[in-house]
């Protein structure tokens, strides 16, 4: 079975500092892990998603993420927010690219001006 | 080319009743997903359809139930609607044929049940 854990529900950073939103996973396989952003009142769009290939994963908006096996992570960076940035980030695992997506609760990102 | 659509938009209900909810999926994607995002919280997957079959299934009673039509459009039914069934319901389309599909999501469907 695979779970994830995202620390921090709310998370508040000042317009161009680094944003890091953490996400750790459990599979018991080899995992595929996804982030997601939803903006108010829409569906979820993708940023970027991680397939086996290369550890540091870069995705759209300016945002990469890194997994690391060791530490069961797969943490999001922006190195400098924007205020568009603003919106609920989501993490999630799939057993395989193609299944069921095993959400985390969430982080809302606020940027301050 | 469009992506998922999803109707209708809103929709109440009172308890006890039935919804159907639709999803139009991406153009040339065979899979559909739907899940449940209750407020405040991550979507919970309900089940997938691969080729119109039922291809896995979450922690969801029988009166959640789909269909996948010969388009690969897609309905999620609910019966017997109780007030925890509030929720945005979001529907996501994939190609279905490789290992590393990913999912698109549509707008979703907010369903309020009072």
């Known amino acids: 079975a695979q779970s994830v854990t995202q620390l921090g529900s709310h998370v508040s950073v000042s317009e161009g500092a680094l944003v890091l939103l953490r996400c750790n996973y459990s599979?018991?396989?080899?995992?595929?892990l996804f982030w997601y952003v939803q903006y108010p009142n829409q569906g979820l769009q993708l940023l970027l998603k991680?397939?086996?290939?290369?550890?540091l994963v870069k995705g759209i908006n300016g945002f990469e993420a890194e997994f690391k096996k060791s530490e069961t992570s797969f943490h999001l960076t922006k190195p400098s927010a924007h205020m568009s940035d603003a919106a609920e980030y989501f993490c999630a695992v799939s057993p395989t690219g193609r299944r069921a997506l095993t959400f985390g609760s969430g982080t809302r990102l606020q940027v301050q001006p | 080319e469009t992506g998922v659509t999803q109707s209708p938009t809103h929709l109440i209900k009172t308890r006890g009743q039935q919804v159907t909810l639709r999803c139009s999926s991406q153009s040339g994607h065979n899979t559909v997903s739907w899940y449940q995002q209750a407020l405040g919280q991550g979507p919970q997957f309900i089940f997938q359809?691969?080729?119109?079959?039922?291809?896995g299934r979450g922690n969801f009673p029988p009166r959640f139930s789909g269909l996948q039509f010969p388009n690969y459009s897609s309905e999620l039914n609910v019966n017997a609607l109780e007030l925890d069934d509030s929720a945005l319901y979001l529907c996501a389309s994939s190609l279905g044929d490789g290992s590393t599909d990913t999912q698109y999501f549509g707008p979703g469907t907010r369903l309020t049940v009072l």
């Open positions: 359809y691969y080729r119109e079959e039922e291809n």
């Open positions: 991680y397939t086996s290939a290369a550890t």
């Open positions: 599979s018991s396989v080899p995992p595929y």
